[in-house]
C-alpha cells in the first residue's frame, strides 16, 4: 500500500474516531443544556407567580385552591403545549387543584393508588426543598415538582409534566449542525494535509524515485534538486553512495586491467616454453575473446577480438573442434584447418575453471611437407 493510500485510511479513521467520541460529548452537551433550560423555564414559571401561591396557601393551606390559583394553574396548562399534566399539592400531598375536580382534596397516597404518579417526585420535593425532575417514558417526559416556598418551609407543591419533544428537536438539530459542521472541517483540514502531502513528500519522493531509476553503470550520478529537508537528505545520502561506488568500479576496473596484464604475461611464458617453434597459440576467455596470441594479429578493431574474427564461420573443423573442447574440459582435441593457404593441425584444450575463469588454449601447428 502506498504512502498516499496509508495516509487516506489513517486520516479517515482518525477523523471518525475523533468525529464519534466528539459527537457524544456534545450529544451529552446538548442534552444537558436543551433539558436544563426547559427544567428552569418551569421553575421560572412557577417562581413567578410564587407569591400569588404562597399568599392563598397562607390564607387557606390544606385547602382546595382558590379561584385565582385555579385560573393560574389552567393558564399555565392552556398556555404551554409542553405541559401535558398539572397536579397542584398542599404541603402534606393532599390534592390542591386538578383539572378533574373529582380529585380535588384526595390524599397523595389515595391518588397515587387510584391514578398512580408518573415517579416519586413529590416526596423527593418536599422532602430536599428544592425543585426536582424525573425523566420517564423512555425519556419523552420530565415529571417535575417544583415546591412553593413560604419562609423556607415547603406551602406547596407544582407536578408537572412536561414533555420533551421540543428538547429532543433541537437536541437532533444541533446533531445535524455539528455533524455538517465536523465533515466540512474534516474536508478542509484533510485537502491542506493532503496537499501538504503531495506537495513536500509524495513529489519530491517521485523525483528521487525517478532520479533513482536514471541511475546506471555508465552514469553513476543523481539527477536530483538539492532540498534543505529530509528528502534532500536522503538525495545527499544517495549521492554519497553513489561516488562511493564510482571509487570501488574504478579500484575493480584497475585490479582487472592489472590482473589481466600479469595474466598476459604469464600465459607470455608459458607459451614460450610449451608451444613448439613456428606454431601459432591462442589463449580463449569464457566468452570465446581472444585473451593471448604469441603472434601479431592485424586486426583493426575496438575492444575485444573474437575468435571468429580470425576463423570465420566457413572454417567448419575449428569451429567444431573448439565446441567439442568446450564439451570435454581438461581433454585435448585435434583437427585440421587452413589458415592462409597453410595446413594446419588444431589442438584445443579448455582448461580447468580458475575462480570462474574458463580458458581454452588453442594451437595451429603447419604440416610438414613430406
Known sequence: MKLTSKWTLWFVLVSLYAAIIGGLF??????????????????????????????????????????????????????????KNLVYLNDDGSIRWHENTQFIKMSYSDYNNEVVFDTPVVPMAIRDRIPKAVMFDDGNYYDM??????????????????????????????????????????????????????????????????????????????????????????????TALLGRIKEDVKGLENV???????EQKWWKTILAVTVPHGARALVIDENNNILYTNFEMNIKKQGSVHLLDIFDGRQQNIIQVVGEAMENPTKVLRGN????????????????????????????????SL
Do not use: H
Open 145 to 238: 415538582a417544583i415546591p412553593v416556598l413560604a419562609k423556607d418551609t415547603v406551602a406547596g407543591v407544582v407536578n408537572i409534566t412536561v414533555s420533551r419533544q421540543e428538547a429532543k428537536s433541537l437536541i437532533r438539530q444541533s446533531m445535524v449542525r455539528y455533524a455538517v459542521g465536523a465533515i466540512i472541517m474534516i474536508l478542509l483540514i484533510g485537502g491542506v494535509l493532503y496537499l501538504f502531502l503531495l506537495l513536500k513528500i509524495i513529489r519530491p519522493l517521485e523525483g528521487l524515485k525517478d532520479g533513482v531509476d536514471a541511475v546506471s553503470l555508465n552514469r553513476l550520478e543523481l539527477p536530483y534538486t538539492p532540498r534543505p529537508d529530509e528528502i534532500g537528505d536522503v538525495a545527499n545520502s544517495i
Open 26 to 83: 456534545y450529544y451529552n452537551l446538548f442534552k444537558f443544556v436543551f433539558d436544563k433550560k426547559l427544567q428552569n423555564e418551569m421553575v421560572e414559571m412557577v417562581r413567578f407567580r410564587a407569591p400569588l401561591l404562597v399568599s392563598s396557601l397562607s390564607a387557606r393551606p390544606r385547602s382546595d385552591a382558590t379561584f385565582r390559583e385555579a385560573e393560574v394553574m389552567k393558564a399555565w396548562k392552556r398556555n404551554d403545549d409542553r405541559i
Open 256 to 262: 582487472e586491467i592489472m590482473s589481466l596484464e600479469k
Open 337 to 368: 584447418v587452413v589458415n592462409k593457404n597453410v595446413k594446419c593441425t588444431v589442438k584445443a584444450v579448455q582448461l580447468p575453471d580458475d575462480a570462474g575463469k574458463n580458458r581454452m588454449i588453442l594451437v595451429l601447428e603447419p604440416e610438414k
